[in-house]
Structures are given as structure tokens and as C-alpha cells.
């Protein structure tokens, strides 16, 4: 059965820092890896895709890298603001047709970044 | 686009009360699914609909019911509701293909 650890589960880091979220997986065998934000009391926001055939992906200041045979991903998160304090969530996808978009979540870790 | 919209936002019951949480997308998805969230335990899904007409459990399905009539829609139905139950609710949608999920904001369901 797959599954998702994210670790640290909290973060606190001085506005302007780089910092790095990981999270780690059992099954090698997955379609696809996503992170997520979410704010306190609101629904997730998806931050980046990486599939399966995929290294990393980026948008804006942040990175999401991924290792399947190690079963590893890392979010870099550049330049930290305040804005950026949320629960970041990393999410990993089965490889069966039918069930691609089922996924298997981390319990997340909580970032707070602090001016 | 609205993207994914749930309702009610809120919802109190009473043990054995039955209800319907509503969910609608309208950005042509295939995918839909429900997932509940609670405190330690993360998101688990309930259940998930590849297309119009066709459903299938996810890991905690049991007191649950769903179905999918039409691409837009996918209502979660509690039978008999049971205190276990209280939990956030989210639905979500994706291209069967891409598999990037958007999710609505949430139902926030207590039971008495």
C-alpha cells in the first residue's frame, strides 16, 4: 500500500529565506506527483504537476523535483514571504488507468513564514 | 469559470439524519472524487467517477453513496449519519489524462 510522508510537519523560517519541503513515498510505481497549497478553512491549490517521465517542474519561485526510484520529492520554495504561509501538501498518483487521478496525500507540512 | 463548486459550506445533522453534499464542475472533466480530512489522518477518498455512468470506491467508502448522471455533477450522499462522519468534505475534478486535480472549497459537516 503506497504511502506519502512529509516531513518537516512545521516550518518556521525569517521572511527572504530559501527553504526546502520534502516528501517521501513507498511504491516507486507512480503516474504523477503533485503539491498542493492550502490555506487555513479553504480547499487545496494545486502548485505543480510532475508526471511520472518528469525531473522537476517550476513555476515562478518555486521548484518541485522528483527521484521515483528513491521515492523522493523536494519543494524549493526561493525567496520565502509571508504570503507563502500555508500547509504545503504533496500528493502521489497510482499508475492504473482508471485510478490515475486517485491520490494518495502526505499529512503536510505546515509553513510559516515570519517578517 | 466557476471551477469546482460545493454546497452547503456548513451542514449540522443529528445521528441517522440522512443529506447530500453537492458538487458541480464545469470544466468538461471526466475525473471527479470525494475526499474527507481530518485532523492527523490527512485526505482519504471515499469515492471516484471516471466518466458519466460509472463509479468505483476509494478507501473509506462505507456510509457513503454516489453517483454520476451527468459529466457536471457528482453528489455524496450519507445514508445515516454517524458522528465518525464529522469531517471536512472536498470534491475535486481532472482531465482523466493529466491528472492535475482542482478542488472546491469544502464542506464542513458536524454530526450530533
Known amino acids: 500500500k503506497q504511502e506519502v510522508t512529509q516531513i518537516p510537519a512545521a516550518l518556521s523560517v525569517p521572511e527572504g529565506e530559501n527553504l526546502v519541503l520534502n516528501c517521501s513515498f513507498t511504491?516507486?510505481?507512480?503516474?504523477?506527483l503533485q503539491w498542493f497549497r492550502q490555506d487555513p478553512g479553504k480547499g487545496l491549490t494545486s502548485l505543480l504537476l510532475?508526471?511520472?517521465?518528469?525531473r522537476e517542474q517550476t513555476s515562478g519561485r518555486l521548484n518541485a523535483s522528483l527521484d521515483k526510484s528513491s521515492g523522493r520529492s523536494t519543494l524549493y520554495i526561493a525567496a520565502s514571504q509571508p504570503g507563502d504561509s500555508a500547509t504545503y501538501l504533496c500528493?502521489?498518483?497510482?499508475?492504473?488507468?482508471?485510478?490515475?487521478?486517485?491520490?494518495?496525500f502526505g499529512k503536510g507540512t505546515k509553513l510559516s513564514v515570519k517578517p | 469559470n466557476a471551477g469546482v463548486t460545493q454546497t452547503p459550506k456548513f451542514q449540522v445533522l443529528k445521528t441517522g439524519q440522512s443529506m447530500t453534499l453537492q458538487c458541480a464542475q464545469d470544466?468538461?472533466?471526466?475525473?471527479m472524487s470525494w475526499y474527507r480530512q481530518d485532523p492527523g489522518m490527512g485526505l482519504r477518498l471515499i469515492h471516484y467517477?471516471?466518466?458519466?455512468?460509472?463509479?468505483d470506491q476509494g478507501e473509506v467508502p462505507n456510509g457513503y453513496n454516489v453517483s454520476r448522471s451527468t459529466t457536471e455533477d457528482f453528489p455524496l450522499r450519507l445514508l445515516s449519519a454517524a458522528p465518525s462522519q464529522t469531517s471536512v468534505y472536498f470534491c475535486?475534478?481532472?482531465?482523466?489524462?493529466?491528472?492535475?486535480?482542482?478542488f472546491g472549497e469544502g464542506s464542513r459537516l458536524t454530526v450530533l
Open positions: 475535486a475534478s481532472s482531465w482523466r489524462n493529466t491528472g492535475e486535480l482542482f
Open positions: 511504491d516507486s510505481a507512480i503516474y504523477n
Open positions: 510532475i508526471q511520472s517521465s518528469q
Open positions: 500528493a502521489v498518483g497510482g499508475n492504473r488507468g482508471g485510478s490515475q487521478g486517485n491520490l494518495i
Open positions: 470544466m468538461n472533466h471526466e475525473y
Open positions: 467517477s471516471v466518466g458519466a455512468g460509472i463509479t
